[in-house]
């Protein structure tokens, strides 16, 4: 599995991004598949995470309502809407091992590298 993260940006706040996770080795299609971001200064946390057949999500509580994950055969989204200056950071994804997987960073052996996401106020 080798992941590369895109989509990020500068948005103002209430703006939209969408972030997009592919595996070039086109081999996550079995595994559950996470969205982490990390902001100056601050410890990794979890965003959201998909099973492998995208049948469950799990959010964040501060994030529920306003990003949504999904994916297809090949791509892990992010559409992330009503954006806050505290989303400001960078996005990865992760893949873990198993079809489906929860919360843990410990839980994602394999990672992209991240995208900048940057809400002004």
């Known amino acids: 599995v080798q992941l590369q993260a895109s989509g990020g940006g500068l948005v103002q706040a209430g703006g939209s991004l969408r972030l997009s996770c592919t595996d070039s080795?086109?081999?996550?299609?079995?595994?559950?598949v996470g969205w982490f971001r990390q902001a100056p200064g601050k410890e990794r946390e979890f965003v959201a995470s998909i099973s492998w057949n995208g049948g469950s999500t799990v959010y964040e509580d501060n994030v529920q309502g306003r990003f949504t994950i999904s994916r297809d055969r090949s791509t892990v989204y992010l559409q992330m809407n009503m954006l806050k200056p505290e989303d400001t950071a960078v996005y990865y994804c992760?893949?873990?091992?198993?079809?489906?997987?929860?919360?843990?960073?410990?839980?994602?052996?394999?990672w992209g590298q991240g995208t900048l996401v940057t809400v002004s106020s």
């Open positions: 992760a893949a873990s091992r198993s079809s489906y997987s929860g919360r843990g960073v410990t839980n994602y052996p394999y």
């Open positions: 080795r086109r081999t996550f299609s079995n595994n559950a």
